[in-house]
Antibody, heavy 118, light 110 residues
Framework: QVQLQQWGAGLLKPSETLSLICAVSGGSFSGYYWNWIRQPPGKGLEWIGEINHSGSTSYNPSLKTRVTISIDTSKNQFSLKLNSVTAADTAVYFC????????????WGQGTLVTVSS | QSALTQPASVSGSPGQSITISCTGTSSDVGRYDYVSWYQQHPGRAPKLMIYEVSNRPSGVSNRFSGSKSGNTASLTISGLQAEDEADYYCSSYTTSSTLVFGGGTKLTVL
């Protein structure tokens, strides 16, 4: 059974860097795209970006200048860094496994609430 | 990239059928058969219900079906049940090699 377990700091101050890690177990790490998706409180889903096992990335244009997604295939982990955070970045952040063709996500992490507040 | 357009809310009585629309552009929904639908209950991670416009993952009820015409995709839920009450999101792959979600639709089972 594929499982995604995510962790990272839940409270940040404005201008700090958000950092989250997602560990994948129970399935192949290659052949998929690994996504980060967020959801502000009471709002909809927003795709942040993706990475494949070769390290090829794609980002949401609205976040591209602040986002870095990286991968560690030796640990079956991938990570998200979002710098210069503001209150608008307060959200539940999810990691998810995406199919190589249509990017539909069949397995998701449990979600991490990240709050940005001074 | 702009979010796909979904109705904010839909409702139906148990046993009835409802349809949720998802409108994009020729650069996303209209370009590829790469539309997915997700169900999300409060406080939970989204669950994949439909992929590639009309395919159901293993374990998803056949009461859920998907279709597409032009730049608009649709999710239909037949035989509505109380447990179907949730938020539903569509998503599409785009010509920019990105993913875009719809704004979400709240389904109320009356």
């Amino acid at each position: 059974q594929v499982q995604l377990q995510q962790w990272g700091a839940g409270l940040l101050k404005p201008s700090e860097t958000l950092s989250l890690i997602c560990a994948v177990s129970g399935g192949s790490f290659s052949g998929y795209y690994w996504n980060w998706i967020r959801q502000p409180p009471g709002k909809g889903l927003e795709w942040i970006g993706e990475i494949n096992h070769s390290g090829s990335t794609s980002y949401n244009p609205s976040l591209k200048t602040r986002v870095t997604i990286s991968i560690d295939t030796s640990k079956n982990q991938f990570s998200l860094k979002l710098n210069s955070v503001t209150a608008a970045d307060t959200a539940v952040y999810f990691c998810a496994r995406g199919y190589w063709n249509d990017r539909s996500s069949d397995y998701w992490g449990q979600g991490t609430l990240v709050t940005v507040s001074s | 990239q702009s979010a796909l357009t979904q109705p904010a809310s839909v409702s139906g009585s148990p046993g009835q059928s409802i349809t949720i629309s998802c409108t994009g552009t020729s650069s996303d929904v209209g370009r590829y058969d790469y539309v997915s639908w997700y169900q999300q209950h409060p406080g939970r991670a989204p669950k994949l219900m439909i992929y590639e416009v009309s395919n159901r993952p293993s374990g998803v009820s056949n009461r859920f079906s998907g279709s597409k015409s032009g730049n608009t995709a649709s999710l239909t839920i037949s035989g509505l049940q109380a447990e179907d009450e949730a938020d539903y999101y569509c998503s599409s792959y785009t010509t920019s090699s990105t993913l875009v979600f719809g704004g979400g639709t709240k389904l109320t089972v009356l």
